[in-house]
């Protein structure tokens, strides 16, 4: 706020943060029996502004809206949330007054909504997709593709088998049916870390997400046939962004041993690809399934890393990567 215009994502930070807290104080109603809605009843019934409006369900029915009149300067609004907050972390809190904090806090809530201009509404659902997002696995069905109204020769394969080989000088070479695709590459870093195989992030990208600008334009698969979509997905822009968020994820696995025994992603990590890819069509997987595209490509790199090369093979129908080695071809 501090920053006006010059903070772009202004609004939807306190947007995000808003619904975080909320997330927070529904849990915490649910834990000591006061149900978020019956607080929220209590709280409607103070100096709020009413107005009845016409309801979609159930039949006939008319609901009441409420909201608080505003209530002193932004900060002061703050301060008071932050005091209410305080109290709600007492300790010694006791069944006999804990409703009462309960929809102090509440009040507090939504006044600071009212004076941060911020829709009550939005910031209830925004975290409800958030959360249905990163912990909650969408049905295959309804997770997005991005190019089935494409022409077939400017999709990306529904199935695929890369054979990954190391040649002299520690050089990895890609062939795909029999043909040597991009260049062969190194790790381009004094500590040998790997990196060499990293194509394997954007086959990953490309079987889980349906969706790598790299991959694409490595097989000549750009949607010419669209120009806008040519230009705003599949151009060199949206190339640098996937190289980028590979090397931005590769720098934090490493220090993981690249996520060996790990069955998750970092909350922090996630919301971090997510604002490196916003403005992209990728920005429409949820974060859950981001994190098994990172997940099922680390555990490849590994695999590569350890026998210096294999076949991956990528399924878009079971959105799916897998390694054989390259005895097994």
Known sequence: RREGTAFVGYRRAVEDEFGDTLWYFAALCRRMGSPLHEVLSDVSFKD???SIVAADSPAGAI??????????????VLINLGTHAASLLDLEMQAANSRTRLTAFADAF??????????????ASSNLRKVRGRFLPTPLEELPVFDQAFPEEERLPQEFEIVISQR????????????????????NIADRD??????????????????SPTFRALLKRKRKSDPIVDETQDSGRAIVV??????????HAKALAFFEGQSSVSFDLLKIVRQFVDGYEVDACPMKLWEDAILQGYDVFRRL??????IVRGDRNRRKLEFRPLGAI
């Open 48 to 50: 709020y502004s009413c």
């Open 63 to 76: 609901s009441r809206v409420a909201a608080p009149q505003p209530s002193g300067t932004f900060d002061e």
């Open 110 to 123: 939504l006044r600071a909504l009212n004076a941060a201009g911020i829709s009550f509404a939005e910031v």
């Open 168 to 187: 002299s000088g520690g050089r990895s070479v890609l062939e795909m049916n029999g043909v040597v695709i991009g260049d062969p590459l190194t790790d």
């Open 194 to 211: 790997g990196y060499r195989f990293h194509d394997v992030f954007h086959f990953a990208h490309a079987a889980v997400l349906h969706w």
């Open 242 to 251: 996937e190289e980028g968020l590979s090397a931005l994820v590769f720098s």
């Open 305 to 310: 890393k350890k026998d210096q090369g294999g």
